[in-house]
């Protein structure tokens, strides 16, 4: 499931891209807020996801902390050359047209790693959606490490991390947690943002 060899594994580039993206970010008006929890093990909330530069913007802010992170992203992204692309920047794909599955394994991919900071867009799609899937939840709560709250904040053109949350397993009371943080977050296209609630049903 996870990638073996990632640029986080690549000598020169892990020295050099931690100074390059934070000189980067400064001169694109860019500043980060708040501080890495000091865990080997969490599920990231990557949101709000509107559109196509929450991709490299998110990665910028991933090497200006030094970081190791692997994230969840459509299959879609990793046909052809993107696969051997993608996967080298530590993504892995999902069908999302298969149901079931992707909860247990990446649970049991935390189980089998001593380290694993796991990045998902609870979105699933840039375009607006009922809800947020509720995946990164279930995935959290199963393999029973915390999640944490990031974000990438167009308006303010801030990037960074808040609060850590242990699932409790009420889900819609949690939710109500995350709603209330990312209240005032906004994306690139805010008219494209999902609302913080879980997502209906089809």
């Known amino acids: ?10 000598p020169i580039l892990r ?9 980067a970010l400064r001169l694109a008006g860019w500043r980060m807020e708040g501080e890495i929890p000091n865990i080997r093990k969490a599920v990231f909330i990557a949101a709000p996801h509107t559109s196509n530069w929450d991709f490299p913007v998110m990665m ?3 090497f200006a902390y030094r970081v190791r992170v ?16 993608f996967r080298w920047l530590g993504g892995i794909p999902v069908d999302r047209s298969r149901t079931g599955g992707l909860v247990a394994q990446s649970a ?14 609870p ?8 809800g947020w899937r509720t995946g990164f939840y279930h995935i959290a709560q199963t393999a029973q490490v915390p999640i944490v709250m990031s974000y990438v904040d167009f308006s303010r053109k801030v990037g960074g991390v808040g609060e850590l949350l242990i699932p409790s ?19 690139k296209y805010p008219a494209l ?5 879980v997502a209906k049903r089809s």
Not at 70 to 85: E, V
Not at 108 to 121: C, H, K, V, Y
Not at 123 to 130: L, V
Not at 169 to 185: E, K, T
């Open 70 to 85: 692997h994230w969840l992203g459509k299959d879609a992204l990793f046909r052809g050359p993107g696969y051997w692309l």
């Open 15 to 23: 020295s050099i891209m931690p100074p390059l993206a934070r000189c």
């Open 1 to 10: 499931m996870l990638p073996r060899y990632t640029i986080f594994d690549t």
């Open 193 to 197: 943002e999902t609302e913080v609630r």
């Open 60 to 62: 910028a802010f991933v």
């Open 123 to 130: 979105e699933g799609t840039r375009s607006r959606a009922s």
């Open 169 to 187: 397993g009420d889900i819609d009371s949690d939710m109500q947690l995350f709603r209330a943080f990312y209240a005032d977050v906004r994306g």
């Open 108 to 121: 049991q991919a935390f189980q089998m790693q001593n380290d694993l900071l796991l990045a998902i867009p």
